[in-house]
């Protein structure tokens, strides 16, 4: 296994691993859409946010093939990278693909989840966030996901970096903790409770 940037010519291979690792979610939102739809749209939504500034890392095993990836963005990192036209094309292409009643399920979970967020504290502007990491299933419980987080988390060091766990996602909320994440606050979706982790940067004497 080695560790490999991604490249919007990743998005397609990270939009299966995404279907494999996120059934339910899926099932959930595109639970009739064709499979082959359903892949152009995952794919196109994974290139949206690397036109939009975010950055992956991807697992490869010998042959080349992905088994694992962590999607993030940095947002001062994102200002700089952002482009703007490939991400409006992308946003065009993709709203083509949602249909109406999907659309509306997708923006009433965002704004369940917007009015359902209750933090703890402030967080700050400048921050990175973790926005996907998954493992394949037949690779999962492995230590690649830990070895995967530690790579991206080296990368974004002198940054607070925020992110999302299910509730009920334990082997998500071990690995987490385990990088030095702790709860700011909930928030829930159409699905269920969410945890909002923080990790903060870390000090000299912890490096
Ligand atoms: C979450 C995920 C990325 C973790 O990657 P992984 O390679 O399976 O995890 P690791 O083998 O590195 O183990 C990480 C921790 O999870 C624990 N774990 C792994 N599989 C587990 C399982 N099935 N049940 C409970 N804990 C589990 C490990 O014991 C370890 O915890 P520990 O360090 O306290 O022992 C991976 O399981 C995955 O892709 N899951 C589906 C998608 C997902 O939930 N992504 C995270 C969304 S926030």
């Not at 394949?136 to 974004?156: H, M, N």
């Amino acid at each position: 296994m080695y560790v490999d940037r991604g490249s919007p010519e990743d998005a397609r291979e990270m939009a299966k691993l995404y279907c494999q690792a996120f059934p339910e979610s899926v099932e959930f939102f595109f639970g009739r859409k064709p499979a082959k739809l359903l892949l152009d749209l995952m794919e196109l939504t994974f290139r949206l946010i690397f036109h939009w500034g975010g950055e992956a890392l991807l697992l490869k095993d010998e042959g080349g093939q992905a088994v694992g990836y962590c999607l993030y963005l940095s947002a001062e990192q994102a200002r700089l990278q952002r482009r703007w036209g490939k991400a409006l094309t992308c946003l065009a292409r993709l709203a083509a693909k949602v249909a109406p009643s999907e659309l509306l399920r997708l923006l009433h979970n965002q704004l369940t989840m917007a009015r359902s967020a209750e933090s703890t504290r402030k967080i700050p502007k400048t921050k990175a966030e973790i926005l996907s990491i998954a493992i394949s299933p037949a690779c999962q419980g492995q230590g690649l996901g830990t070895l995967l987080l530690e790579k991206v988390l080296q990368r974004i060091k002198n940054q607070p970096v925020i992110l999302n766990v299910r509730a009920n996602n334990e082997s998500g909320k071990r690995l987490y903790a385990a990088a030095g994440f702790s709860a700011y606050g909930t928030t829930k979706d159409l699905l269920g409770e969410w945890i909002m982790l923080i990790r903060e940067p870390r000090s000299h004497s912890q490096r």
